[in-house]
């Protein structure tokens, strides 16, 4: 099976150790993983501002750059649901096909690979927030809360108001600034509210929002991306 | 009809060209390039209860919504309707004008016959009435009167405060919304009753009691 | 407080002052989530709620499809039960036909059914010039009119009001308008409601003359419909000599079946409840029942302008539940007078651009007011896919132009070149992780993230060059992990 990584803009220039997590993680699991060096975006930020033209040319060059891979890999549901949800109506046929072939983490590992204990290891306590796509548009369903409990030493807390939105958007992050901090907020004060040490999800940039909250606001906890936790181990704990 | 012609619009040949025809064609304009819509896929349920749980279940909707249930048999009706007239100290009941007249027979308060000439104000001034209903729902816990004689015009149900309800069980009881639909007249004038009046105007929490009558009562009447 | 929407500021500033105001917070947050949960539970009971939701989807499509057919239908089934139909292109139309027909009748006061369609022309002001007086009876309608408010809910317009604050309105302002409040008023909802009963008992009782707008009008029988709570519409609509709705063209349905799909998704959604304490049906007049004169105003007012946009189109399906206001996170902080329409909500932000088009300044922020969290969509009764129109409508407000959004064309065009050139790409990210920081001056916007939020540490290196080090290109072009740096 060939299985490349679609890493994401924000993971590649912000996150990149996001990307090498889930390669690492992917290996350990014994899977073979490529990297398309053509992806940049998948178009997302363009399509959800309005602006269809500068999408069309990002969807066409994200189809062509994951052309003949069996599976297309990424740790974020936004833009994992993207391909899935609007690739077919905006790109072409390879586009579509792209769409029926894109898996997020976490359905990857349970769905296609059938796993839910990665071995992973990483002994602090958790909260854990589904993001809108993943949660609605992906349909994620329990998978990560799954993969997080069988992490040998983690300690999963739930998170009130778990389904309620950061506050993100995007664009909205900025275009509503203030609307968008007073969900970030409330999210972090929700988190704070568990006593966990990490605020765990499944996409970076709504991580960056809630993140940059938390710091600002010295928040007792920090956000990582699950696939960060996954990829942690005994041998090589993340710390 | 009457159509309201703009004088300062277009004159067509039969003089001026309304709103009526002017929203007419936008509307076809508007969708003449739409895709067809095929006729409606009903794949819902008819009901969601079982027949021989219908009647508890009307009970218990109806208890839900703060309506005092009574179930009785046709021998015993009058004398609980004399006792729920008493306990609410009623001195007048709004009847009908086809009520069967054997359930106020045990009743002391004086009756009130709803005449066309009668007023509001009028109405506003009796304590209770007694209706029959068309039919009840049990999943939504409703009552519906479509101002058959035993229930009157709409008005007598909605003026007096206090209102008692009918309902021959199980010939008037159906389990479902579906179920009800094709048991009523849409050319009469119907009132779907569930509960007495409510509000949730005030911070999204439910309060009964507003300008509806405030107690409802259902005697179920099983023979 | 000015009782209009006009000259409202832009979303985003609306809002701000809203975020801020603890109180208001306070009361969205405490009704939005006492209705959320319970709608929930409301909807749990039916096992066949998607069957139903799609059901009420597809009734409402395919009228829309056919709406001059079904409209045609309706005005005769209604012609035939004694009532008279008029045909109002737009909002001064609708206002001028119905001020003709209460002035015809001699009366200088109407009761009023709580409606979406006469809050939406701004019926009271029109009739108020007239020397008409309005009553709203709806208790929500009341404490927005005797506090010479605005509407911010479509179901409780005055949700952004708490029991106490209500009390104080209710103490100072109902002498002005009929019989005062009890002495000693307390804030008990229970009380309040009391109060409202006393105060429009009389006004009840006189009236001539009764508006309403509907929930739904049944082509194929004439039969019209609204949903309450209370039982001022049942007052409006049976006991005063004349009867006047206003109806929205899109509230039609064709056949009296179809209501078994509302009649279980409308309540549900919009107070949670198995069904509403009251839901009234009339055809035309009925003979010694209820009002003797009967009309009917069919209202455009943008309809056919939104029908005419395939994707904005679905808005159109609409049953003004308020679902989507309970559970929208942005709704809950920004509360409705932000939206400057009487829709608010993610309804709101996609109607009014659609009714009133995009040129005005809050018309034009409507549509960026949403994170996109697609909530909405996942309670809405009819399907209606809010994210969908609201994306659509962003599209035609950029490509309208216009302040700030050159600026973003620009910076979306130069991104969108150099994400489709990698090598350029790695370069930029490259530089930044140089830097080991963003640098919030040079990004366009950022003023807007850093005001609230720490930008993010930046990387010693993008991914791509992590790869490209750590995993060792195979000739072929793809690449292999060997663990080792190459």
């Not at chain 2, 409703?142 to 004689?149: E, F, K, M, N, R």
């Not at chain 3, 020397?131 to 911010?152: F, H, M, N």
């Not at chain 3, 709704?331 to 109607?351: C, D, F, K, Q």
Request: proline fraction near 6%; aromatic fraction near 4%.
């Amino acid at each position: 099976m060939r299985v490349a990584l679609f890493v994401t803009c924000v993971n590649d220039a912000v996150y990149p150790s996001t990307g090498i997590a889930t390669v690492r993680l992917l290996e350990r699991l014994g899977v073979e993983v490529d990297f398309p060096e053509a992806q940049t975006c998948c178009g997302q930020p363009q399509f959800n501002t309005g602006y269809r033209r500068e999408t069309e040319r990002l969807v066409r060059r994200t189809a062509a750059a994951f052309e003949g891979y069996d599976y297309v890999v990424t740790p974020s549901g936004s833009c994992a649901a993207m391909v899935r949800q609007h690739y077919p109506k905006i790109g072409d046929a390879s586009a579509a096909a792209l769409a029926t072939r894109t898996y997020e983490l976490t359905e990857f590992l349970v769905d296609v690979l059938e796993v839910t204990d990665v071995g992973a290891y990483f002994p602090h306590t958790v909260t854990y927030h589904p993001s809108c796509h993943g949660l609605r548009l992906l349909g994620l369903g329990d998978r990560p809360r799954r993969l997080l409990e069988a992490v040998e030493g983690l300690e999963l807390r739930e998170l009130p108001g778990a389904d309620e939105c950061c506050g993100f958007g995007g664009t909205f992050a900025l275009k509503n600034s203030d609307v968008s901090t007073a969900m970030g907020q409330d999210k972090v004060s929700h988190a704070v509210s568990t006593g966990a040490e990490v605020l765990c999800g499944a996409d970076n940039s709504c991580l960056m929002h809630i993140g940059g909250v938390l710091r600002r606001e010295e928040a007792p906890l920090r956000a990582l991306h699950l696939a960060d936790i996954l990829a942690s181990t005994r041998e090589e704990p993340l710390v | 009809m009457s159509n309201t012609a703009d004088s300062t619009g277009p004159t067509g040949p039969t003089g001026p060209i309304g709103s009526r025809e002017r929203i007419l064609a936008r509307i076809r304009a508007a969708v003449a390039d739409a895709p067809d819509a095929p006729e409606v896929t009903r794949d819902y349920l008819d009901t969601h209860t079982p027949d021989a749980a219908m009647v508890d279940l009307l009970a218990e909707n109806l208890a839900d919504y703060r309506a005092l249930v009574h179930r009785t048999d046709s021998a015993t009706l009058p004398d609980l309707l004399m006792r729920l007239l008493a306990e609410h100290g009623s001195r007048t009941v709004l009847v009908p004008p086809g009520l069967p007249p054997g359930w106020l027979a045990a009743a002391d308060p004086t009756r009130i016959h709803d005449r066309e000439a009668s007023t509001a104000r009028e109405l506003d001034e009796v304590d209770s009435v007694v209706t029959g209903c068309a039919v009840a729902i049990a999943e939504t816990g409703t009552i519906v009167l479509d101002g058959s004689p035993d229930q009157g015009r709409r008005r007598i149900s909605l003026v007096p405060d206090h209102h008692i309800c009918v309902v021959r069980v199980p010939e008037q009881v159906v389990a479902s919304v579906p179920q009800a639909m094709p048991r009523l007249d849409p050319t009469r004038p119907l009132t779907w009753i569930s509960g007495p009046s409510a509000t949730s105007d005030i911070e999204l929490d439910r309060v009964e009691g507003v300008h509806g009558p405030r107690t409802l009562e259902v005697v179920l009447v099983e023979d | 407080m000015s009782g209009t929407f006009v000259g409202m500021p832009s979303f985003p500033r609306a809002a701000k002052e809203a975020v801020h105001n603890k109180t208001l917070r306070g009361n969205l947050r405490h009704a939005t989530h006492t209705i959320r949960d319970k709608r929930a539970k409301a909807v749990a009971e039916l096992a066949d709620w998607a069957e139903l939701r799609e059901a009420g989807k597809q009734i409402k499509d395919h009228t829309l499809r056919h709406l001059d057919r079904y409209l045609l239908q309706l005005e005769e089934r209604v012609t035939a039960a004694g009532g008279t139909v008029h045909w109002a292109a737009d909002a001064d139309e609708a206002n001028r036909i119905v001020a003709d027909l209460v002035k015809a009748t001699g009366e200088s006061e109407v009761v009023k059914v709580k409606s979406m369609a006469t809050q939406e022309i701004g019926l009271n002001e029109a009739l108020e010039a007239e020397g008409i007086a309005a009553y709203e009876t709806d208790l929500a309608e009341l404490i927005v009119q005797l506090g010479d408010d605005r509407p911010s809910h479509i179901l409780v317009p005055a949700i952004h009001r708490n029991r106490a604050e209500i009390r104080d309105i209710f103490r100072t302002k109902m002498a002005d308008w009929g019989r005062a409040a009890p002495d000693g008023l307390t804030d008990i909802p229970a009380d309040l409601a009391e109060a409202a009963r006393l105060h429009l008992r009389e006004k009840f009782l006189r009236a001539k003359v009764g508006v309403s707008g509907a929930n739904f009008m049944v082509a194929e029988t004439g039969t019209l419909v609204v949903f309450e709570s209370e039982g001022n519409g049942r007052m409006c609509l049976t006991l005063p000599e004349t009867l006047i709705s206003v109806v929205g063209i899109e509230k039609v349905v064709p056949s009296w079946r179809d209501l078994e799909v509302f009649l279980q998704t409308l309540p549900r959604s919009s107070t949670a409840e198995r069904m509403n304490p009251y839901t009234s049906t009339w055809t035309g007049t009925a003979d010694g029942d209820g009002p003797k004169t009967f009309h009917l105003v069919l209202l455009d007012n943008g309809r056919t302008g939104t029908l005419a946009d395939e994707v904005g189109r679905q808005a159109l399906r609409c049953i003004r539940c308020s679902a989507c206001l309970n559970v929208c996170p942005v709704y809950e902080r920004a509360g409705g007078h932000a939206y400057g329409s009487v829709y608010p909500g993610p309804i709101g932000a996609i109607l009014s651009p659609q009714l009133r088009g995009t040129q005005s300044e809050i018309d034009a922020s409507l549509p960026y007011a949403s994170s996109l969290c697609g909530a909405c969509y996942e309670v809405c009764p009819v399907a209606i896919d809010i994210p969908e129109v609201l994306v659509h409508l962003r599209e035609r407000v950029a490509g309208q132009g216009g302040k700030g959004h050159r600026l973003e064309k620009a910076a979306m065009k130069a991104a969108g070149w150099v994400l489709d050139h990698p090598g350029v790409l790695g370069a930029g990210e490259r530089a930044a992780s140089k830097t080991r920081r963003l640098h919030p001056s040079k990004l366009p916007g950022a003023g807007a993230w850093t005001r609230s939020r720490e930008l993010p540490e930046m990387p010693a290196e993008p991914f791509r060059d992590w790869w490209k080090k750590n995993r060792k290109p195979k000739p072929d072009g793809t690449s292999k992990p060997d663990g080792k740096k190459s």
